[in-house]
């Protein structure tokens, strides 16, 4: 079946790039997604990337698809303290690209 | 604008007693969905719906049923709680046309807190 991985944790240092990191194995999937959980909340959507795309870039936040190697990663320029959350990928399972398989959550920890 | 609410918030059953959970969403959307989250497990799809009156499996449906009777309502329903199903469960939506990008963002719940004993 459909399975995605990544990291658990990533300590950073406030104001250094963050690379959090995904593997997925759906190669048809149509969307990737990143998604942020802040302690006692839902998900909230940061970033997506369609699968036909090589980067993304959205202010801070440079989205990387490597469909070869069913890669996938999210940086974060410039880390502050407010970006300390758990950060999950996902990919989608349906043709309209919003039934999500996520990964287990990488947990960033940015110290000041 | 309330989004999607969860109802209950927090709650605790005994193992074999019943219980529906609801996920109301205001935005219209066509797709909803239940996902289910364990500590090193992630969110873990349970079943979902593309319109009303339709569900569909995710990747953990056993124990659990739904009904989407009304588009703006998702119910879920455990007939025989178990253990294993202590979890935080959350609920999403979304639009269901993935040409319109902005409109593939699935919007979640505060999520439900399940303590099955």
């Known amino acids: 079946g459909e399975d995605v991985e990544q990291s658990l944790f990533l300590s950073v240092r406030e104001g250094d790039s963050s690379v959090i990191n995904c593997t997925y194995t759906?190669?048809?999937?149509?969307?990737l997604y990143w998604y942020k959980q802040e302690p006692g909340a839902g998900l909230q959507l940061l970033t997506y990337?369609?699968?036909?795309?090589d980067m993304k870039q959205d202010q801070r936040l440079t989205v990387l698809l490597n469909k070869k190697d069913k890669h996938l990663s999210l940086r974060i320029a410039d880390t502050q303290t407010g970006d300390s959350a758990i950060y999950f990928c996902a990919e989608s399972i349906d043709q309209a690209g919003t039934a999500l398989i996520f990964g287990k959550g990488t947990t960033l920890s940015v110290s000041s | 604008n309330a989004g999607v609410t969860q109802t209950p918030k927090f709650r605790v059953l005994k193992t074999g007693q019943s219980m529906t959970l609801l996920c109301a969403q205001d935005?219209?959307?066509?797709?909803m969905y239940w996902y289910r989250q364990d500590p090193g497990m992630g969110l873990r799809l349970i079943h979902y719906?593309?319109?009303?009156?339709?569900?569909a499996k995710g990747e953990v449906p056993d124990g659990y049923n739904v009904s989407r009777l009304k588009k703006q309502n998702f119910l879920l329903g455990l007939e025989s709680a178990a253990p294993s199903q202590t979890s935080v469960y959350f609920c999403a939506s979304s639009y269901s046309e993935a040409t319109i990008s902005i409109n593939t963002e699935a919007f979640f719940g505060q999520g439900t807190r399940l303590t099955v004993v």
């Open positions: 935005m219209n959307h066509e797709y």
């Open positions: 759906d190669s048809s999937s149509t969307y």
């Open positions: 719906s593309v319109g009303e009156g339709t569900t």
């Open positions: 990337i369609f699968s036909n795309m």
